[in-house]
């Protein structure tokens, strides 16, 4: 099956800090998502690109959909400690849902005050 | 309401036992999915239903049973697992026409004795 590149796999940072996180693909994408998921709990969606060069902000978060459509990058800006936890990208291929949402390994983001 | 809810958040189930797990949504989506997430893993997709019929099953064991018995409610019934079936299972809905754009419940932490 098609698998996403993930990086970097986990960080650890200051409070405060701004945070870069991204997503690669040997295939192209129709859509990217990126979710966070707290401990003991779902993943949330945080932010959905629909269109190849696609800058999108929610908050302190902005992610955009590459060119190619084959990659994606997450920015957290002012970093919190609420921030903590592990953000997935997820994409929906070009050819369709039959699989469905392809993730990636995910990002651990630790904030140490 | 945009929350998809799911019972019981924990369970422990002996290897002979027979469980079921129950999410719940009321957005009106008619897509809903079961998926398995191992501790610090992507979840992974176990089955599909759209508009209340399985359309994917990702070659999941017997031991899983999926139900649909409405456009609001997924349940996944579990038989004679083994230990290794230990996860969070994580319900999903979406809408039909969207189906990339997926929220998820906050899980069943299942140990499997």
């Known amino acids: 099956g098609q698998q996403l590149n993930q990086s970097p796999q986990s960080m650890f940072i200051q409070e405060g800090e701004d945070v870069s996180m991204n997503c690669t693909s040997s295939s192209i994408f129709n859509t990217w998502l990126w979710y966070k998921q707290d401990p003991g709990e779902g993943p949330v969606l945080l932010i959905a690109l629909y269109k190849a060069g696609e800058l999108t902000s929610n908050g302190r978060l902005t992610a955009q959909f590459g060119i190619t459509r084959k990659d994606s990058f997450l920015n957290i800006s002012a970093s919190i400690p609420s921030d903590v936890g592990i953000y997935f990208c997820a994409g929906f291929p070009s050819g369709g849902g039959a699989d469905g949402l392809t993730f990636g390994k995910g990002t651990h983001l630790i904030i140490q005050p | 309401d945009t929350e998809v809810t799911q019972t019981p958040k924990h369970l422990v189930m002996g290897m002979t036992n027979k469980k079921s797990l129950k999410c719940e949504q009321h957005?009106?989506?008619?897509?809903m999915y079961w998926y398995k997430q191992k501790a610090k893993k992507p979840p992974e997709l176990m089955f599909v239903y759209s508009y209340e019929k399985l359309s994917i099953n990702e070659s999941v064991p017997s031991r899983f049973s999926p139900e649909c018995p409405n456009s609001s409610l997924l349940n996944l019934h579990l038989h004679a697992l083994q230990p290794e079936d230990s996860a969070l299972y994580l319900c999903?809905?979406?809408?039909?026409?969207?189906?990339?754009?997926?929220?998820f419940g906050p899980g069943t932490r299942l140990t499997v004795t």
């Open positions: 957005m009106g989506h008619r897509a």
């Open positions: 999903a809905s979406s809408q039909t026409q969207r189906e990339y754009e997926q929220y």
